[in-house]
């Protein structure tokens, strides 16, 4: 199946919803006073974001939708397990779209290769040091 | 050689659900092996494991060490491995952060790739002292010769400045170097940082405007644009020039733009900005409005949301824009997802004013309506319907509402009664609609409302005197009705609203043309279903009805009336007496009062002979003159002044605290010492509450916010002053005498809750003796009087009625503290409430055996103890004197 086709049916598949607690609830669940809830699903993925309570929820849904198509990109039609078992790659693709809170890259082919290149520049000194021990002994 | 990897870990846990405790056990004593060796493959292997594990909740506090070993691996696979543990673990008390300083001063010097991990982890973990160790690199990396690292860095610098503050100086010129920078990434990481700096200290960053404006007009990103907006939102309330500049670009934004998170920025920002005030603010306004209106009509419900939201910020500036969407925003009450109605709920409750308020009353209330045919669904299914979340909003259009759940209910009944009650009924034009809504609400709430029903009953029916009438009729049917007397045990049965129904028509009988007909209802056996506290008001009620039923009766007295009169006594006394057996002590000491009032009544019926007009020891009735010679029973008229003798008024807010205390009055000494001393103090306490009330020259206007506790204390004092009057001759000395010994008795008896009836009977022994003359002697004066009052109330009620509502906003005042404390209570509409009430006091006052001298009553409880002390001309300043003697003690 393209890719395209794929995002699409994730696209249509995913529920857009946000739901706002207000504050006082969100003091019982999670957080901090004065703070937001925004989530967004997809699919069997939940993706949730506290927000301060000035920040634009609506850009706030971007965000994670932006990071959902960087991460379907680099995994391919990206699932629960792609998350749970490469969990560091995951936040590897969050950390090159957002430092310190804030959007750092809102391209998202930039994110994609960065992302790429970290990864394959792991494999590589991996294989490097694979190699070197294999000659050395 | 065989260690699990990260992999076989998670495959071990998914496999071994229900032994998770035991496989982590064994999991993280073998990491604990591996972390401890040499091995830095290994090392990584094990800390990545942590991690995972650490996000399950397993805390890895104990491995931080080894974390900063990895971090500092020169292998950048495991060094991200490193700071990732660190960014996963680490918080501000973790020690060895201390260690990392120098391993992070040489991260940030390595290979690009490092320092993009480093910045990374840094802007996770940075510590106060971090921050002011490593804020010269960071700065000097804003240089970076790649623009990927100059934009993690000004964002990392962020994090520092926000840990250490005195960064600020050294950063600044840098940072603002960076909106003029080549690559539009770190242009907008400098706009997202400013943007957050600015909002704490404004002002500081006003001078930044004409690149953020420049920047604002040519730039195209969406993102970026959203934070100017933003910065400048948070600009503009201290350079109001701004405002004016701002108006043009984001009134272009507003209508050009596709994106919807920008869209809805500016018009956030416009809103909170303060940028729709002045002259073309207006236009903006139409514009974000008309945006806004558009989005509740989107089926996406997110902007349905937020537009809602918008909205209900807007509205107190431009109440008039949003009223014209009206039709929409009450359409969103129906929405099917609860957190979409709880915001139009909000918004409806902004918007009310005086012309819409019945309209979106009645909409808000047809929600409460159980609905009828169309959707019988089982409740279950509706339940299920409303947690599961729909697969696409189009598919979940079917007519479930969550109008169901009780949460729900609560708030929307909740919303009902403020948005009337605001601001002392700002809004309510039609009072007998609101209590009619009132009563409706209490009908089909189905939550627990009641009390808050009953308290809004009570407190317009106390402000507007023109409703009392329609009120009382409602009341009759709510208390005739025995729906809700039958559930009173079931939740949400509302029955507090019985309280309101009972005190108000108790309150107000002279409204009901037959008020005997209600005591029936008030004195069925049912209402021991109820809670004590409204059995207690029932009690009362009955007693205030049966009163100006009596005074009624009396004044057309035929003598086949006293059969009637007789029975009914009879039903009260039967009723009353297993009252006094009540658990509750509420309900039992009101039952005795009542009772010994009934008794004697009884008494004085069955005394009654029919040939009229001489009854034994009976003093002249020359005083006044109206009717020479009652043919009725005198004790007709011994219940009705009690209550009636003074109007019930709200009490002005400020009214106690303008109350002076009394020379020698000292508020905070024990009114009950704890050892020994109960006597020298105790009639002290009394004179003080005596006072209060007194000044305010109506009986007890603290009756109306908590009725029964006055009412509790006027009946005891009652019985108490009853005691004076008998020993008229005593000396004063005999007088403190029995006063103390009484105390003591009754302090002895407080807690003893039987002690009402073991007292009950042998005063009404006594009583019967020596009160009757007492009573006798003042009768006639009193049926005079009475004879013009009661027409009088009728008369006026029915002038105001159907005419406008006068709403008693403000309370009233003490009479004396209004001329000589205006600055204490500058409530501006104060005069217009006592000008209101000065008629209707003297009209009721009007019994003139009560018009003791003017000066003494405002010393003394104008309570209904003062019927007693009229009787004998004599007696009110003979007993008063030792009164005010107390008083100054």
């Known amino acids: ?137 | 050689m065989w260690e699990r990897t990260l992999q076989d870990l998670i495959r071990g846990l998914r496999a071994n659900k229900k032994d998770e405790a035991k496989f982590i056990y064994k999991a993280v004593d073998e990491i604990r092996n591996e972390i401890k060796g040499d091995d830095m493959e290994l090392k990584a292997g094990a800390v990545l494991k942590l991690t995972y594990l650490d996000m399950l909740g397993y805390d890895m506090g104990w491995a931080s060490f080894h974390v900063v070993e990895v971090m500092s691996s020169p292998r950048f696979h495991l060094k991200s491995v490193g700071y990732l543990a660190a960014t996963q673990s680490f918080n501000e008390d973790t020690d060895v952060l201390m260690l990392t300083t120098n391993l992070l001063k040489k991260d940030l010097g390595s290979t690009p790739a490092d320092v993009a991990v480093t910045l990374n982890g840094l802007s996770h973990i940075v510590t106060p002292d971090l921050a002011r160790d490593l804020s010269p690199e960071l700065i000097a990396m804003l240089n970076h010769s790649r623009p990927h690292i100059r934009k993690r860095a000004i964002l990392a610098l962020y994090k520092v400045l926000v840990k250490y503050p005195e960064t600020a100086k050294h950063a600044r010129t840098r940072l603002e170097e960076k909106l003029e920078d080549v690559d539009p990434g770190v242009v907008a990481a400098t706009v997202n940082v400013l943007c957050e700096l600015a909002r704490h200290n404004p002002t500081d960053y006003l001078s930044l405007a004409p690149q953020l404006f420049h920047l604002l007009t040519t730039s195209s990103n969406n993102w970026m644009l959203i934070k100017i907006i933003k910065l400048f939102g948070s600009l503009s309330p201290y350079e109001p020039r701004l405002v004016r500049k701002l108006q043009p670009p984001i009134t272009d934004l507003i209508s050009t733009t596709q994106a919807i998170s920008l869209l809805y920025e500016c018009v956030h920002t416009c809103i909170i900005g303060g940028m729709l005030q002045g002259s073309n603010g207006d236009s903006l306004a139409r514009l974000c409005v008309s945006k806004l209106a558009a989005f509740i009509q989107d089926a996406d419900q997110n902007l349905k949301y937020i537009a809602l939201l918008a909205l209900t910020k807007i509205v107190p500036s431009h109440p008039y824009l949003v009223a014209e969407y009206q039709d929409t925003i009450l359409a969103s009450v129906n929405d099917q997802d609860i957190s979409i109605r709880m915001r139009a709920l909000d918004l409806v409750s902004a918007m009310v004013d005086r012309e819409n308020l019945q309209s979106i009353v009645q909409q808000v209330l047809s929600h409460l309506v159980p609905e009828n045919s169309s959707s019988i669904l089982p409740t279950a299914a509706q339940s299920l319907a409303q947690h599961t979340i729909p697969v696409s909003p189009s598919s979940a259009r079917p007519h479930l509402s969550p109008s169901q759940s009780p949460a729900y209910r609560l708030v929307l009944c909740q919303r009902i009664l403020t948005m009337c009650s605001q601001s002392t009924f700002e809004n309510v034009t039609n009072f007998e609609w609101y209590i009619s809504v009132l009563v409706d609400l209490a009908h089909v709430a189905a939550v627990d409302v009641g009390s808050e029903i009953r308290d809004q009953l009570v407190d317009v029916v106390g402000r507007v005197r023109a409703v009392r009438r329609y009120a009382v009729k409602l009341m009759y049917q709510l208390l005739s009705d025995d729906t809700m007397l039958r559930n009173a045990h079931e939740e949400g049965s509302c029955s507090e609203v019985l309280w309101a129904a009972a005190w108000i028509c108790g309150e107000y009988c002279d409204e009901l043309a037959e008020p005997q007909n209600l005591l029936p209802h008030l004195l069925q056996p049912e209402v021991s279903n109820l809670s004590s506290e409204i059995v207690a008001v029932y009690v009362q009620a009955a007693t205030k009805i049966f009163g100006s039923w009596a005074a009624d009766v009396a004044q057309r007295w035929e003598d086949d009336d006293l059969v009637e009169i007789k029975n009914v006594v009879e039903q009260v006394t039967t009723r009353f007496s297993e009252l006094v057996s009540s658990p509750h002590i509420e309900v039992q000491e009101r039952a005795a009062n009542s009772l010994q009032l009934f008794r004697f009544i009884q008494a004085d019926l069955d005394a009654h002979r029919p040939k009229p007009p001489t009854t034994p020891g009976f003093s002249t009735p020359s005083e006044s003159g109206l009717s020479p010679e009652p043919r009725f029973p005198k004790s007709m008229y011994l219940i009705h002044p009690l209550s009636a003798t003074y109007e019930l008024n709200p009490v002005a807010l400020s009214a106690q605290a303008s109350v002076q205390v009394p020379d020698g009055l000292d508020l905070d000494a024990w009114i009950v010492p704890p050892p020994r001393e109960v006597v020298p103090e105790k009639p002290p306490e009394r004179k003080v509450k005596k006072l209060k009330k007194g000044k305010g020259k109506e009986v007890s206007e603290g009756k109306v916010k908590s009725s029964k506790k006055k009412q509790k204390e006027t009946l005891l004092v009652d019985g108490d002053v009853l005691t004076p009057v008998e020993s008229e001759m005593e000396a004063p000395e005999e007088i403190e005498e029995r006063a103390k010994r009484k105390a003591e008795r009754l302090a002895q008896l407080r807690d003893d809750p039987y002690y009402i009836m073991t007292d009950a009977p042998k005063p009404a022994e006594e009583d019967l003796d020596s009160i009757p003359v007492v009573r006798l002697e003042g009768m006639p004066s009193l049926a005079g009087p009475s004879t013009q009052a009661l027409p009088a109330l009728k008369t006026t009620s029915q002038t105001f009625s159907s005419t406008s509502f006068v709403i008693d906003r403000d309370g009233e005042m003490p009479e004396g503290a209004v001329a000589s404390n205006p600055a204490s209570a500058p409530i501006s509409g104060q005069e217009t409430p006592v000008e209101s009430h000065t008629p209707t006091p003297s009209q009721l006052s009007k019994f003139p055996p009560y018009e003791v001298p003017d000066d003494v009553i405002r010393t003394s409880t104008p309570d209904p103890i003062k019927v007693t002390r009229s009787k004998k001309k004599g007696t009110g300043k003979k007993k008063r004197t030792p009164t005010t003697a107390d008083v100054d003690t």
Request: charged residues 30%.
């Open chain 1, 1 to 137: 199946m393209p890719s395209k086709a794929k995002s699409k049916i994730i696209q249509d598949a995913c529920l857009l919803r946000l739901f706002s607690f207000t504050v006082q609830r969100a003091n019982d669940t999670i957080g901090v006073p004065g703070s937001k809830v925004v989530y967004r699903q997809y699919a069997s993925l939940f993706f949730v974001c506290e927000v301060g309570e000035e920040e634009n929820e609506l850009m706030t849904l971007e965000v994670i939708h932006r990071y959902v198509e960087v991460l379907d990109k680099f995994f391919g039609n990206v699932c629960e397990l792609d998350l749970i078992f490469d969990f560091q790659k995951a936040y590897t693709i969050l950390d090159e779209l957002i430092v310190a809170g804030e959007l750092a890259e809102s391209n998202r082919r930039t994110v994609l290769t960065s992302a790429e290149a970290t990864d394959i520049w792991e494999r590589d000194e991996i294989l490097r040091d694979a190699l070197q021990d294999s000659f050395i002994s």
